[in-house]
């Protein structure tokens, strides 16, 4: 794999998964090694009981967002859907007390290693649907992570 030469931005994600869902970087691993890829994209997982998995060495260049994998980190909290498996949108049940702890300390690392990196979600640097260049809700093409990344670990 090949080494990021610089990082500007903290991307979060969610692995689009249940809350009874209690899987971690091994089965998002079989899940991108599945699509062709090397191996998991992410180069951190925070499981459901808060727990906080390594992916991808953090100086190599990710597999998370199509565009931005050469300067960013990614990060995948599991979850995301209902129990019907619908995508949640800062729903109560979209990730655990645990995992928002563990959230914030990872995004407190991270700025100490990159400080001038910012943190925003996969649906933040989803294309524009019109073409205008100014993304707005309506049309993002993706929900994930499903809050606003860039609101919930401000500074």
Known sequence: MTARQRTDLIVFH?????????IGVEQITEWHVAK????VGYHFVI?????LQLGRPLTDIGAHVQGFNAHSVGVCMVGGLDDLGRPLVNGPQMFTPAQWETARLLVAFLRRLYP????????????????????????????CPGFDAAIEFAV
């Not at 062709?36 to 191996?39: A, K, L, R, S």
């Not at 499981?47 to 727990?51: F, S, W």
């Not at 294309?127 to 993706?142: H, R, T, Y």
């Open 14 to 22: 969610c692995s689009a998964t249940k809350p009874n869902q209690h």
């Open 36 to 39: 062709g890829w090397q191996t």
């Open 47 to 51: 499981t459901r009981a808060g727990d």
């Open 116 to 143: 001038e990196a910012r943190v925003t979600g996969h649906r933040d640097l989803s294309p524009d649907a019109n073409k205008d260049g100014k993304i707005q809700q309506s049309e993002w093409l993706k929900t």
